[in-house]
C-alpha cells in the first residue's frame, strides 16, 4: 500500500500507454485510467446467476451513499408512485420522487432474484421475457429520477450509482467491471485536486504550514480504499489505515498567533477555526468519494474555490448547497 498509483511512467514501455492498459505491478495486475494505476480483480463468468449477487451489491450500495429514508420495499412501488404524482409541494415532491426511485429499485431486485431462481430451476430465460423487460424498465425510471436524490451528506447527488444496476443489467459483468474502474480513477483524481488543494493554500499559511503530511497521508489511504473492494483480503489494513488517517488530520493543531505571508496578503490574519472547519470539509469529502468510489465533481470544484477564498480573504465563504430540482 504505498504510491504504485503513480507508477505509470516508470514501469510502461510505452511513453504514454492508451486508457485501459494492463500492466503486472508489484505481482498484481493494474489497469491504468485518468493516470493512474488501478487493481483489478477477477470477472466473474456472464450470466444471470453472477448479475444477481452483482445488482443486490449494487442496490445496497446506492441506499448506503443516500440520504435516509429512500429504501422503500418494491411491493410498495404503487404507493410510492401515486404519493409522489399527487405531491404539489416542490420540497416534498423531490423527497417523495427520490423515495419512488428507491422502490423502484427495490422491484427491479425483487423481479431479477425471480428470475435467477427461475433460470436455476431449469426455466429458460430471453433477453425479450416480459419479466426482463420489467425490470430494465423499473431500472431505467429509477436512473431518470436519480437527479432528485442527494448524497447522504447533502453535498450532492451522486448520479453514478444510479445508472450503475441499470448497467450491470445491460451490459456484460467484463464491461460493468471496466466502467467501474474508469470511475474510480476520476475518484482517485478528485481526491487529489482536494488535497493538493488543501496543500497549495494551506501550506502558505503559517499556522497551517505543517498541513502537508498528514494530508498527502490520508489522500494515499483513500485512493486505496477506492480501488479496493470489501471482499478483498487487504480491506482490514485498507480500512484500518484510512480511519486511522482521517483522524490524524482531524486532530491537526495549528500553530496559533501567526499570520500569512506579507508578500500575498499584507497583513492579513487567517481565522483559524474557518481554516480548520474547511479542513475537517475537506475531509470529509475525500472520504465520501473513497468510500462511494464515485467522483462528486461540483463539490470538488465547490470546496476548491473555497480554498482559494480562504487564503485570499482569511475567512470560509458560506456557499448554500440547492436542493436539486
Known sequence: MNNVHRLERALSSEPDPPEGTRRMINDEERVLYDGYWIKTYPVPADSLQAKKPLIEALTRRLFNHTEHGLNIPG???????????????????????????????????????????????????????PLMRECGQCLLDAMD????????????????????PFRAF???????????????????????RIADAMVDH???????????APVREFATAARIKAETLRTDPDIFDVWAQLVTACERLANFTPRH?????????????????????LLHSGRDLVFYIARARTPMPRSTSEYIERCAAYFATGRVPVMPVPLPA
Open 75 to 129: 411491493c410498495r412501488l404503487g404507493e410510492a408512485r401515486q404519493s409522489y404524482q399527487t405531491e404539489t409541494d416542490p420540497g416534498r415532491r423531490r423527497v417523495k420522487g427520490a423515495m419512488l426511485a428507491g422502490a423502484l429499485f427495490n422491484r427491479a431486485t425483487d423481479i431479477f432474484r425471480k428470475l435467477v431462481e427461475l433460470q436455476a430451476d431449469g426455466i429458460e430465460i430471453h433477453s425479450d421475457d
Open 145 to 164: 429520477l436519480g437527479h432528485m436524490v442527494l448524497h447522504r451528506s447533502g453535498e450532492e447527488g451522486i448520479d453514478e450509482l444510479w445508472g450503475e
Open 170 to 192: 445491460s451490459v456484460s459483468v467484463a464491461e460493468f467491471y471496466e466502467s467501474r474502474y474508469i470511475k474510480i480513477g476520476q475518484s482517485m483524481r478528485d481526491i487529489d
Open 202 to 212: 494551506f501550506g502558505r499559511i503559517p499556522a497551517f504550514e505543517a498541513i502537508e
Open 257 to 277: 498567533g501567526a499570520t500569512p505571508p506579507g508578500e500575498r496578503t499584507g497583513s492579513l490574519v487567517h481565522s483559524v477555526s474557518d481554516g480548520l472547519h
